[in-house]
């Protein structure tokens, strides 16, 4: 079985991506990503991005698209996510606040059903990225992110390695655990100290990248997709090296 296309979150570039987000999408074409994904579109139209990725050749794997957007105006929300030719749309934070509230998780949960059901009808599917406080909050001994994916059925999972990592668990056991519905899995890598937390280049903190890459092949992910929140160097530069290690680990694991 072979490993999943690889992808950059643009978070981890989001300073080139507002200062042009033409040439970022160029430069991440070239370091040999197959695709991407948004938080944000960098003030340019959806459509006109859609263009400037068909031009690279690289796929719009999925879009952030966060709680007060999906509250605001869910339509319009989820046509920038079709209009950018992407197939996911992805709820990436919370009130950790929430979380340790047993009944607004659950009402939270509930609300990301629906838009999982609205999505579905749409023809895209919706997904929950995780962090760490929904491994820290626990309701009745089990985290709080089991209770999500209890509540929410149709709601998919982007496992985040390096966080599920910090919050204390086994990141390619807890992906196997959890197989096909996690579509999307996040590949990064941590360095933890106490309550500091330090994201760090593939390989160079404390996540078991290769049994996590081994699990994602095992569990049918879909996409790998690289995400680093802080870099201490050109994020640019980062998202290169990352890709370099990542192609790297897969024809080893393959």
């Not at 929140?229 to 290690?245: G, I, Y």
Request: with cysteine; net charge negative; charged share 25%.
């Amino acid at each position: 079985m072979k490993h999943a296309p690889v992808a950059l979150q643009l978070y981890t570039v989001r300073d080139a991506v507002a200062r042009d987000i033409t040439d970022t999408l160029s430069q991440v074409a070239r370091m040999k990503y197959e695709g991407v994904e948004f938080a944000g579109f960098g003030g340019l139209a959806p459509s006109r991005v859609r263009e400037v990725l068909d031009g690279e050749g690289l796929t719009a794997v999925a879009c952030h698209v966060g709680v007060p957007a999906l509250e605001a105006d869910f339509d319009r929300a989820v046509s920038e996510v079709q209009e950018v030719g992407a197939s996911f749309v992805v709820c990436p934070w919370v009130d950790p606040a929430v979380a340790h509230d047993a009944a607004r998780w659950v009402d939270f949960a509930g609300r990301l059903q629906g838009w999982a059901l609205a999505c579905r009808a749409r023809g895209l599917t919706f997904a929950y990225h995780n962090h760490v406080f929904e491994f820290e909050a626990r309701h009745d001994g089990e985290f709080a992110l089991d209770r999500l994916w209890r509540v929410a059925p149709d709601v998919r999972i982007e496992l985040d390695a390096a966080w599920a990592f910090a919050g204390g668990v086994d990141p390619a056991a807890y992906l196997r655990g959890l197989a096909a519905r996690v579509p999307l899995l996040h590949v990064k890598d941590v360095t933890v100290h106490g309550a500091e937390r330090e994201t760090v280049e593939l390989g160079e903190g404390e996540v078991p990248l290769p049994a996590v890459l081994d699990a994602a092949r095992d569990a049918g992910v879909e996409w790998l997709i690289v995400e680093q929140d802080q870099c201490r160097r050109d994020p640019l530069e980062s998202a290169r090296a990352n890709a370099a290690w990542l192609r790297g680990a897969l024809s080893v694991t393959t």
